[in-house]
């Protein structure tokens, strides 16, 4: 008997879980495997093996992020290869039977055995946040760019050579603060976004430029980690520092510093890839609470710097003309309010949830959204964010398509809640920048259709084709999705059925779709891996393509 078909979520992305050597496959259990075996790549996308004893505990809910989880619990391989030209072949064919019919060829969903499939070979899971898509990824460049910056500058001030750095190490490290606050700042950034496609978004803009700008916006995150680093680093040289000249500060100075210090460790140890993503609750909760008691502690390490007078060895309450001199407090000032700012937006509003089938469900938001945006839900906000894609016809309402896969999206099945919490300000992410190109390939495995939807349904500024990879349309994405798909020329709308057409190549799909159409770029939506050899392919051929990044 066949399996259910399972979904993981990513930030933007729902996508359907197929654990085979091909990305895209969709399995059917033929025996039980032992619990608590997990799929978790870590660094862009790829494959991982065992590290760690499986007595280490996992955070039962699953992150949200443009990384997508794979969760292969209770899985295993029974699809067979089918050769890429006979199902090109048998695509072509069903293009010409229905030659005078407009709309997407929708297959009805029938069951296909096929004998087993040797299990995949695992990589280990330091291999792929070391070496998976290279050692020079934008991701990684940025990172490295950034540190190598504040290394050298760190290193000229311990040598006299910059002096300003030397007496001001601490300015250092909240500027460093500032940076990385600023690069998940997703009011600054929905700015920022709008600004690229405004400013680029014209046909004689070259087209690397466009490809340039993308990976950069994509990989902001490197920019956001290597500054957390950089700030503890200048921190700790800024202790130094004091340390060595401790007649001249107050034990309570070093003990506040001290505690800063802690927490920024801290948040950089609970941001390493291997404990992100195995304890994403934890990783979550402790850089979100730490960070906020950093930042209280921030503003008292300034309080207390300015108004301590070394010679008398006391506190003056006089320092309001000396705090606004201060570049410390204006740095500080503008982390507070980019940390406060989305927190302003929050609010319970009324949701309307639909399942379709027992591994999907749909939330329904009055207000309509624009193209390309992603929104933020929660049962708990102090606890727990989930991003998704939004799907809208920019009019009266939007709504999103979340796979069940962790406890929140399970209970959005099992027991759909009246009210949910959000944040009223969506910000953009990779799709937004689809705006920006002239023809694009939208490709999507499984749930993750949920994040182009939005630019069939309202008018946008990209010419966009869509290449749906999914199993049982109707069954597991129900009717109201399956119409949406529907009304869109064949041209437009490519569907691929593996229920009734089996496991296609779907990097080369996409390479001669994209050739087809004429595409100028190709973004793809499914699982790291699927993600992946999408890219690669279409960089193969000369096609630039873009995919989630774990960290974008």
């Given amino acids: 008997m066949q399996s259910p078909v399972r979904f993981s979520s990513c930030r933007g992305v729902a996508f359907e879980i197929k654990p085979h050597a091909d990305p895209f496959a969709i399995a059917t259990p033929t025996e039980e495997r032992p619990r608590n075996k997990r799929f978790w790549p870590f660094w862009n996308e790829g494959n991982s093996s065992k590290v760690f004893p499986s007595a280490v505990t996992r955070s039962m809910s699953r992150p949200s992020s443009h990384f997508c989880d794979l969760d292969l619990e209770n899985t295993d391989d029974d699809d067979t290869d089918v050769e890429d030209d006979a199902m090109l072949e048998r695509l072509e064919e069903g293009d010409h039977n229905e030659e005078k019919d407009h709309k997407p060829i929708i297959p009805s969903a029938s069951k296909r055995e096929q004998p087993p499939k040797a299990a995949r070979k695992k990589e280990s899971r330091l291999s792929i946040i070391l070496l998976d898509q290279g050692l020079f990824t934008v991701y990684k460049r940025l990172f490295v760019v950034c540190l190598t910056l504040n290394i050298v500058g760190l290193v000229l001030a311990a040598t006299g050579h910059f002096p300003y750095a030397r007496n001001r190490a601490g300015l250092f490290s909240i500027a460093n603060i500032f940076a990385l606050v600023l690069c998940r700042s997703e009011a600054f950034l929905r700015v920022v976004f709008w600004l690229v496609v405004k400013i680029l978004g014209r046909s004689w803009v070259p087209l690397r430029i466009k490809t340039a700008t993308t990976a950069l916006l994509q990989s902001l995150g490197g920019i956001h980690s290597s500054c957390g680093v950089s700030s503890a680093a200048w921190l700790i040289y800024s202790l130094v520092l004091t340390l060595k000249n401790r007649e001249n500060t107050s034990s309570e100075i070093i003990g506040?510093?001290?505690?800063?210090?802690?927490?920024?460790?801290?948040?950089?140890?609970?941001?390493?890839?291997?404990?992100?993503?195995?304890?994403?609750?934890?990783?979550?909760?402790?850089?979100?609470?730490?960070?906020?008691?950093?930042?209280?502690?921030?503003?008292?390490?300034?309080?207390?710097?300015?108004?301590?007078?070394?010679?008398?060895?006391?506190?003056?309450?006089?320092?309001?003309?000396?705090?606004?001199?201060?570049?410390?407090?204006?740095?500080?000032?503008?982390?507070?309010?980019?940390?406060?700012?989305?927190?302003?937006?929050?609010?319970?509003?009324?949701?309307?949830?639909?399942?379709?089938?027992?591994?999907?469900?749909?939330?329904?938001?009055?207000?309509?959204?624009?193209?390309?945006?992603?929104?933020?839900?929660?049962?708990?906000?102090?606890?727990?964010?989930?991003?998704?894609?939004?799907?809208s016809n920019g009019k009266t309402e939007h709504m999103m398509l979340a796979g069940a896969v962790g406890d929140f999206t399970k209970s959005l099945v099992s027991n759909p809640p009246s009210h949910l919490w959000v944040r009223q300000v969506h910000f953009a992410g990779l799709p937004y920048l689809i705006n920006m190109y002239e023809r694009v390939l939208l490709v999507a495995t499984g749930s993750g259709i949920c994040v182009f939807l939005s630019f069939l349904l309202q008018p946008c500024r990209a010419n966009v084709c869509v290449l749906w990879v999914a199993k049982g349309i109707e069954q597991n994405f129900g009717k109201e999705i399956q119409e949406m798909m529907s009304r869109h020329p064949k041209d437009k709308v490519i569907i691929h059925d593996t229920a009734v057409l089996g496991r296609p190549n779907v990097s080369q799909m996409s390479v001669d779709t994209a050739k087809r159409w004429g595409a100028q770029v190709v973004i793809v939506t499914s699982n790291p891996e699927g993600s992946r050899d999408v890219v690669d392919a279409c960089k193969a051929a000369g096609i630039p393509g873009f995919g989630p990044i774990w960290d974008s």
């Fill in 256 to 391: 506040v510093a001290s505690a800063i210090l802690a927490l920024l460790c801290l948040s950089c140890l609970a941001a390493f890839p291997l404990v992100r993503h195995i304890h994403h609750n934890v990783f979550e909760r402790i850089h979100r609470f730490a960070g906020w008691s950093a930042l209280a502690l921030v503003w008292a390490f300034i309080m207390l710097t300015i108004s301590y007078d070394p010679k008398t060895k006391t506190y003056s309450s006089e320092f309001g003309s000396k705090l606004i001199k201060r570049q410390e407090f204006w740095f500080t000032l503008g982390i507070t309010v980019l940390i406060i700012l989305p927190w302003l937006t929050v609010r319970r509003v009324p949701v309307r949830v639909s399942a379709p089938s027992g591994h999907a469900s749909i939330i329904k938001f009055e207000g309509g959204v624009k193209a390309g945006i992603l929104g933020r839900i929660s049962p708990s906000p102090l606890s727990e964010w989930h991003a998704f894609g939004i799907i």
